[in-house]
Every structure is written in C-alpha cells, then in structure tokens.
C-alpha cells in the first residue's frame, strides 16, 4: 500500500499545531512522508514566533538551532532519542546574478541606497537548512519521515515531486538528501559557470587591450577583485558540500537498521558518492578559473608597470637631453668664470685660478657617491662568489679523495 503524502509548501502561521498534532495521531495507521518548506535560513523577528513554534513540536536538536544562528559554511548531525532519529545539514554558497539586459556583468539584486555599485559586486548568497525526522509509531509500529527545508531553491521541490520512490524514503530517509544534494549541485554548478562566462569576457577584454597596447586606462581592477572573490566563495562552497557529503557516507555506512535494508542502504550509499563526485567536477572548475584569473592579474600589472616604465624612460631621456645644457650653464654661471666690458667697451672673459678647488671637491664627492650606489650590488654578489668557491672546493677535494681511495699508499705496496 502506498504511504499517504502530505505536502506543506508554506507554513505562514504555525500557531495552529494543536490542530495539526490531533491530525497527525489520526494519521497514525498509515506510513506519512511529510514536506515542510519555510523561507531563507535566516533568524528573523517576523518569522520567529512560527519558527519557535515549529521547534518545539518536533523538539530541534540544539544543533541544528546552533549552527543556524552561526551561519555556518556546512555542517551535518544526527542523533537519537527513543522514538524520533534525526539528521540535518546546513548549506551557505554564493549566488550569482546577471544582468537582466543580457550583459556577461553581475548584478547585485541587494543595493543599499547612498552606495556606489561596484563593478561585478554581489552580496547575495543561498542559505539553505534541512532536517529530516522519522518517527516511529510504538502501537501500529507505522513511520512518520518529516523533511523540513529552510530556503530550498524550487528545484529541490520539483524533484522531490517527481522523482521520490516511496517505499525506499520510508525504509531508508536519508535518500531524500540525495536528491537534495543533486539540486544543490545544479545551483553551484550554474553559478559556477555564468561566473566562468563573466570571467571569459573580461579574460578577452584583457588581452585585446594587451596587444593593442592601450592597458593603463582600460583596466576594470574593481572588477576584477570581485569576480576573484565569488570564485573563493564558490570554491568554499564546494569545499562545504565535499565535506558535508563525506560525512553522510560515513553515516550511511553505518551498520543497517532492521528496517532498511542493505541493497537500499547500499543505493543511497552510491548515489551520495556519486553528488560527490559531480561537487569534485566542480570544484575543479573552480581551481581552474582561479588558475586563470592569477594569470590575468599579473598580466595586468605587468603591464601597467611596463607603461608606467615607458613613462619613466621618457623622463629619464629628457633629462639627460637637457642634463649637458645644465651642467654648462651651472658652470659658467658659477663665480669662476667672469665676463665682462671695460670703459673702451671691449669685452673680457676672466678665468679664476681658483677654478681647480670646484675640481678638488666636485670628484671626491661623485666617487664617494659612486661608491655607494655599488656597495650593495658588490655585497650581494659575495655570498654567491663564496658559494660558487666552497663547491668547487667540495668538488676538488672529492676527487682527491677518490683518486686517493683508488691509488694503494706506499706501506700497502710494501707489505704486499
């Protein structure tokens, strides 16, 4: 006989759970697979008196309340109490979205009012909890499995419409995480890739400007910087899933209950190690667009400072243009050297014969100077000329020592 499904998809006002507690006892004779959904999984003061309410009915392990005040990245628990098991698993990942015009550029749907929009800047993120209670009714020795979603994408219940096997979920519960996994990864996946395509554009941005040679000004540096920071979360994201998913395999590993049995153990054991593999897939994504956006960062500031070098070579070549006429004019202009027109009107040029102390004090100080500038280049290369000494020495002196290991001494001769 197929269990009875009863469906909830939004549980607005959970006041009325008196009511709903006499129902369920009605219930009782039949196997009932319950599917509750509520909003993000997020504390909040409009949802806290249901979400208490919720609480206190199916009696949350403390856990679960923990780690959804901490939002943590990823986490899974389980336990037991004499008529109810449970098992959860919390799921934080970054969410991207597109331009609505049908730009490869991100577009953050939560702007705060009095800020500039940052280039390729979202803070929107999927927070996702999920709690699994099966209940085992002692007089008709009948099951009750409850799955309560916090923030579930439509996907997940989509799938659960349409591809739930029900007398597996009834023996064995933590099937329904399964397929949850597999909806989660279609989300980090899709994310994954539309960042991959915003990356792609500005990858090709990047080297059409490099080799036209025009970089400086065109540069999107904030745009960049966000789109390496969604991937690291992306990456944390699939990181959390691993771990998570490594975890429930050790779970299901565990020796079968009487109630399920090891094929259908077994079937979700393969299903789990399968969503972990797909996570790998992704993941490996990841560390290649990281891969990427390393290279074109440098890239990028290799070629800024190779312009701001063009820059700096055209200063220096100036200078050095206008360095002789300045030199001459500073000389002439000094107290040295005199031009001047008599009565007659006749002019005189007059040399000092003091003119060799500008000589006597200039060429001590450009030594000095000169000096200076090469002592730390002469002081590094020493340790190198040290090394190079020391293994040539080594090298020397290991092929003495071979050649005296082959060539019998004088006493050895004589004795023979």
Not at 36 to 64: C, T, W
């Amino acid at each position: 006989m197929d269990p009875s499904i009863e469906t909830s998809m939004q549980y607005e006002a959970f006041k009325s759970l008196a009511g709903m507690a006499e129902d369920l006892k009605g219930q009782a004779r039949e196997e009932t697979f319950q599917f509750l959904e509520f909003g993000a999984d997020i504390p909040s003061k409009e949802n806290m008196d249901d979400h208490l309410g919720l609480f206190r009915y199916y009696q949350f392990p403390v856990g679960f309340l923990t780690e959804r005040l901490r939002s943590v990245a990823h986490s899974f628990g389980s336990c037991s109490r004499p008529t109810r098991q449970y098992s959860w698993f919390h799921f934080l990942c970054k969410d991207i979205t597109l331009n609505a015009n049908g730009q490869l550029k991100i577009q953050n749907p939560n702007i705060r009012k009095n800020t500039n929009q940052l280039s390729q800047e979202d803070h929107s993120w999927q927070r996702s909890g999920f709690m699994l209670c099966s209940q085992s009714n002692p007089a008709s020795q009948m099951k009750e499995v409850t799955l309560i979603c916090f923030g579930a994408h439509a996907w997940i219940k989509r799938c659960l419409n349409e591809h739930l096997q029900w007398k597996e979920i009834m023996n064995d519960p933590t099937a329904l995480f399964s397929i949850i996994f597999q909806e989660l990864y279609l989300q980090l996946d899709i994310a994954t890739r539309m960042l991959g395509d915003v990356f792609g554009s500005m990858e090709t941005n990047v080297l059409s400007h490099a080799t036209l040679g025009h970089i400086a000004g065109m540069m999107d540096f904030a745009g960049l910087h966000n789109v390496s920071k969604h991937i690291t979360h992306l990456r944390e994201g699939s990181d959390a899933a691993l771990h998570t998913l490594k975890r429930l395999v050790e779970h299901v590993e565990r020796p079968a209950s009487k109630s399920t049995s090891a094929t259908i153990n077994e079937r979700t054991r393969d299903s789990l190690v399968h969503c972990e593999t797909l996570f790998q897939s992704t993941k490996l994504r990841l560390l290649s667009l990281e891969s990427r956006m390393a290279n074109v960062i440098n890239l990028s500031f290799h070629l800024v400072t190779q312009q701001d070098s063009k820059s700096m070579k055209t200063i220096a070549f100036l200078t050095l243009i206008f360095l002789p006429a300045s030199t001459v004019a500073s000389i002439f202009g000094s107290q040295f050297f005199n031009l001047s027109v008599d009565q007659d009107g006749v002019p005189h040029f007059i040399f000092s014969h003091w003119f060799w102390i500008m000589w006597v004090i200039v060429l001590p100080i450009t030594a000095i100077l000169v000096a200076i500038w090469r002592l730390p280049e002469a002081m590094a290369s020493e340790p190198k000329q040290e090394t190079r000494l020391s293994r040539r020495s080594l090298l020397h002196f290991g092929q003495i020592g071979e050649l005296g290991s082959r060539i019998p001494s004088k006493e050895v001769i004589e004795m023979s």
